[in-house]
């Protein structure tokens, strides 16, 4: 039996969702809204101690952390490998999805709430806005929750977002280069299902041109969106009301973006 606890928008939850309809694995659903504070409920951060999605648990155990999670599901369910035989091609896996994880995945965060939700919070009352960001457990990742929300693209922690995000399509580029299909071997992986939400993530916020502007990493995301797995992963978990809103409220401070995007 597996389990899975998750939220169609996190990215996190979308790269281990990916691997699980890779894998034709059947999963239980547990959907967890993170905009309600569900993750920071007592009986949740019993499984998950860090207030995150997603969590596996895999007949009654309890895996956390989306990469570790992912290698967790090659080797459980080696029938289609995620991972490249060669060593070289797997440490190069590796790589990129540590990078991912240590540089990308944090500006998420920051690009997200301060361009997508950023209206919704504000419209809250000032207490609620508080309340949700005092029960962030890292200091730095409240910190700059609180400063995105407040100054939006002008935020400090925006500049390095954003080209933490623009450095993640050029190493895309290179290694999808001298016909490299995939970027860590010559199949689909781990480090595809890594990448993909945070590709997705600057379509969401109308950031389209940039990756237009690498046509290898255009040609990646349209093959991925193709394959069998995307459609239950992803496309079918996306709400397109809020897909819509994100949309909009980036088209609303597009200038300050491109400008930004320009600048680096």
Request: aromatic share 6%; net charge negative.
């Given at each position: 039996?597996?389990e ?6 996190s990215s996190?939850s ?10 034709g ?5 547990h ?7 569900q ?17 596996l648990?895999?007949d ?6 989306s990469?570790?999670?992912n290698?967790?599901l ?7 490998p ?6 070289v091609?797997?440490?190069a896996m ?21 361009i ?22 890292d200091?730095a990742r409240?910190a700059?929750r ?6 939006g ?9 954003v ?5 993640l399509?050029d190493?895309m ?9 995939w970027i860590a071997?010559?199949d ?9 939400p945070?590709?997705?993530?600057l ?12 046509p290898?990493?255009?040609?990646w ?5 193709a ?9 079918s978990?996306l ?10 409220n980036?088209?609303?401070?597009r200038g300050e973006?491109?400008a ?5």
């Amino acid at each position: 039996m597996l389990e899975l606890y998750h939220n169609a928008f996190s990215s996190c939850s979308q790269k281990v969702r990916l691997v699980l309809a890779e894998k034709g694995l059947d999963w239980k659903s547990h959907v967890v809204d993170l905009q309600s504070g569900q993750q920071h409920d007592p009986e949740y951060v019993k499984l998950n101690p860090n207030h995150v999605v997603p969590t596996l648990v895999h007949d009654g155990r309890v895996l956390i952390e989306s990469t570790l999670v992912n290698e967790y599901l090659d080797d459980a369910f080696p029938g289609v490998p995620m991972r490249p035989a060669d060593p070289v091609e797997r440490h190069a896996m590796r790589l990129f999805v540590k990078q991912i994880d240590e540089k990308v995945h944090p500006a998420a965060g920051v690009v997200t709430y301060g361009i997508a939700t950023r209206p919704m919070v504000l419209a809250q009352p000032p207490g609620q806005r508080e309340k949700a960001w005092s029960e962030i457990p890292d200091p730095a990742r409240r910190a700059a929750r609180q400063s995105v929300v407040e100054h939006g693209v002008a935020a400090p922690e925006m500049r390095p977002a954003v080209a933490a995000f623009m450095a993640l399509l050029d190493r895309m580029e290179t290694a999808l280069g001298d016909g490299r299909p995939w970027i860590a071997g010559p199949d689909f992986g781990l480090a595809d299902a890594c990448a993909l939400p945070y590709v997705l993530r600057l379509e969401h916020l109308a950031l389209d041109a940039p990756i237009a502007a690498r046509p290898r990493t255009a040609d990646w995301l349209a093959r991925l969106k193709a394959r069998p797995c995307y459609g239950p992963a992803v496309e079918s978990q996306l709400v397109e009301p809020i897909v819509a809103m994100f949309r909009r409220n980036a088209e609303a401070v597009r200038g300050e973006l491109e400008a930004l995007v320009a600048s680096l």
